[in-house]
Every structure is written in C-alpha cells, then in structure tokens.
C-alpha cells in the first residue's frame, strides 16, 4: 500500500488537504471522487509535489514560449467560449497532455488562486516573470469589460502568430545552420585524425608543407600545447563580455550598430517592427490606456536601440505628443509603418492600422529571410567545398610528393 497526500476541492468549493492509504494512485483519485472531492495535487508521500527529473526541463527559462503560452490560452479560450466555468476550465487545461509537467504545476497554482476568490488576471499575475505583463493586462481589460473569452480566443490567436513567425525564421535557419555544423566537423577531422597521421611522413620525408597544412599544423599545436590557457582566456572573455554587456548603453550601442549591417539589419527592423505593432493593437483592441499599452509593447521587444526609442515615445505621448511624431523622428521604422499609424490616428481606426502594418512587417521579413537563405546556402555550400577540397588537395599532393622525392 501507498500513502498519498493530497489537495483537493469538497463540494462547497473549499480547499482541504489530507492523506490516502491505498494500492495505487488511480485507486486514490477513485476514492476522492466518491467522496465528492475533485483533486489538484495528489502525490506519493515524500515527493512533496515535486516534478520527477525525467520531466523536467532542463535549462528551462524562466518565461514560457510563446508556443506554450499559446497552447494554455487557445483552450481557456475554447472552454469559456462554451460557457464552461473558468475554475472547471482551469481543471482541464492543467491537465492537458501537451503541456510540460512545470507548465502544469503552474497551472495548478493559477487554479488554486482562482478558487480562493482571486480574477484569473490577479492569479497569473502573481506567477512573475513566467507570464509576460500582456498577458494578464489583457485578461484584466477583459475582466473589467465581460468579455474575457473574446480576449481569451485574440490573444490565443496572438500568440499563435508570434509562434509561427518565430518558427518560420528557425525553420529557414536550419539547413545554413546544418551546413556550418558539418563545415566545423569536416575541419575538426582534419585537424585531429587526418594532419597527425600526414604530417609526420612529410617531415620525414623533407617534402615541403603545403601553405594551408603548415598553418593548419601550427593551429593544432597551439590548440594542443596551449589548452589551459586558452580555456581560461575564453572563459575570462566571455565574462568580461557579460559584464560589459550589463551596460544599457552598450546594449543599445550594438543593437544599434546591428541594425545597420547588411540585410541582417533590414530582417531586425522588419521583426521588431511587426512585433511592436501587433502587440500594441492587440492590447488597445482589449481596452488597455494607451500609455501602458505603448509601454508594454516596448518590453516585448528584442532589440534595445527600439525598445529605447518605444521609451522615449512613451514618454513624448504622455506630454501630449501624437504616437506617429516620435516614431518618426528615432528614423527606426519603415516609412510605409509611420504613415498608416498617421493614418490610422487621423482617422481614429489607429488598431486597423497597426494591424496592416505588422502584417506588412511580417510579409516583409519572410521574404527577406527567404532571400538571405537563398543567397546564403549555395554561398555557404561553395565556400565549404572549396575549403574541405583545397584542404584534400593539398594533402594529395603532399603525399605524391614523397613518392617523387623516393624515385628521385
């Protein structure tokens, strides 16, 4: 027999606690049940709620994807939309199969807040950082306006585009991703099997070393004879990099600097700028002030120099100035952006248009990336090719040598 404890709801919604002595854990939900308890948390004595180690996630960040949010979202939105009871619905989304065993647990703890009398806002809210501010910003306008599960099913849809964004740019990122890999390994056999056993018999032999495979050479014995230090120089680097890093001027510095390069800047303007206005006509379609709309949506983006730029924005409007004015003078958004939030705030349709011009961001991105993977797979598949086959070369020809040296 096994002691379970447990967590459950009696029938007048009241949370009560206790333990279970029986055969197995499906025997204890049975028992729960005949008395007329509906269970949130029931677990073997000892485990104390916790997830086993081949649940959890390794590295987990601290925040939860947007694909996951998406999933949580998308079926509260279904349940309320069939009029079922928001703590019933927190019931079934927190045991969702699809859902990782943290995201439930976390789910669990919105459940049992909501029972205790708190708004489903109030309950994630109080999650932290693993629900990102829009989120419950726009269940509370939803809240305050009856109308949660239209919320509910705008975000889930939100989401689910910013999901499937995020995934076209690392599905176009794949096979260059996959090229590099095989680049570095072609290179690491190489340096590690192929010049240990060649190298050696061209010495011997008085052959001259090939350019690429003398420096090639002088690499590995550096690698090998200097380990430790260059471990340590790294490790040194890579911290000083952190903490230089930790500077918002620097931040914004780089960022800055990365929107100016070569098509990659053109890719970080077209994402930021979708990013920035569907969030923002997301939460002003829910009924959130315009100032903490504007301020959310600075948060949700990646690069400094316009989240910088979103901050002096929220600033100038608070002062009285119009949202397009200070869009256009930080000379970060595309002009065709600018002119329909213009047009949209002449016009007092300002959502439509931030809505119009995200999905333009966003039909612009996917063609720029399209275009980069274009250009950059068959580059990168001939810069490849010429090295792995000047590197082959070289050794051939190496290795002929010492055959001409013996007959002559």
């Known amino acids: 027999m096994i002691r379970f404890d447990y967590k459950a709801y009696d029938e007048s919604g009241r949370l009560v606690e206790g333990e279970i002595v029986t ?24 485990s104390g709620g916790a997830i086993p180690w081949w649940q959890q996630e390794v590295f987990a960040p601290k925040a939860f994807s947007q694909t996951a949010l998406a999933t949580v979202i998308r079926e509260l939105a ?17 045991v969702q199969p699809m859902l990782s065993a943290r995201m439930q647990k976390v789910m669990r703890g919105v459940l049992a807040r909501v029972v205790e009398g708190q708004a489903l806002s109030q309950a994630i809210a109080t999650e932290g950082d693993m629900f990102p501010e829009y989120i419950w910003r726009l269940i509370a306008a939803g809240e305050a306006s009856g109308k949660l599960s239209d919320v509910l099913d705008d975000l889930a849809g939100f989401l689910e585009r910013s999901a499937e964004v995020r995934s076209d740019v690392a599905t176009a990122l794949v096979y260059p991703a996959v090229l590099l890999v095989a680049a570095i390994a072609a290179i690491a ?12 018999l061209l010495k011997d032999s008085g052959a001259e070393l090939p350019v690429i495979i003398d420096l090639l050479d002088r690499i590995r014995e550096v690698l090998r004879n200097n380990v430790i230090e260059l471990v340590a120089i790294a490790t040194f680097s890579a911290l ?5 890093l930790q500077s918002a001027a620097v931040r914004q510095s780089l960022s800055a ?5 070569p098509m990659i800047g053109a890719l970080i303007t077209a994402r930021e700028t979708a990013r920035f206005s569907r969030t923002l006509a997301t939460l002003m379609t829910s009924g959130v002030a315009m100032l903490d709309a504007l301020r959310i949506s600075g948060s949700v983006l990646k690069n400094s120099a316009f989240k910088a730029a979103i901050d002096d924005t929220v600033e100038q409007v608070r002062e009285g100035a119009n949202l397009t004015t200070p869009l256009i ?9 600018t002119r329909l939030i213009a047009v949209g705030e002449q016009t007092g349709n300002l959502e439509a248009m931030l809505i119009r011009a995200a999905e333009l961001s ?47």
């Open 23 to 46: 055969a197995s854990r499906q025997s204890a939900l049975e028992t729960l049940h005949r008395r007329g308890q509906i269970p949130i948390e029931i677990d073997d004595e000892g």
């Open 78 to 94: 279904i349940l309320t939309k069939a009029d079922m009871p928001l703590d019933e619905a927190l019931r079934i989304t927190a």
């Open 189 to 200: 056999v190489i340096l590690g099997v192929l010049l240990p056993a060649v190298v050696p």
């Open 240 to 244: 000083v990099a952190a903490l230089i």
């Open 257 to 261: 600097m990365a929107l100016r390069l």
């Open 329 to 337: 003078a930080c000379k970060l958004f595309p002009e065709v952006s």
């Open 362 to 408: 966003e039909t612009l991105l996917a063609r720029r990336l399209k275009r980069l993977t274009t250009l950059l797979t068959p580059m990168l598949t001939l810069v490849i090719g010429l090295l792995v086959g000047w590197l082959i070369i070289s050794v051939m020809s190496a290795l002929l040598s010492i055959n001409d040296l013996a007959i002559n």
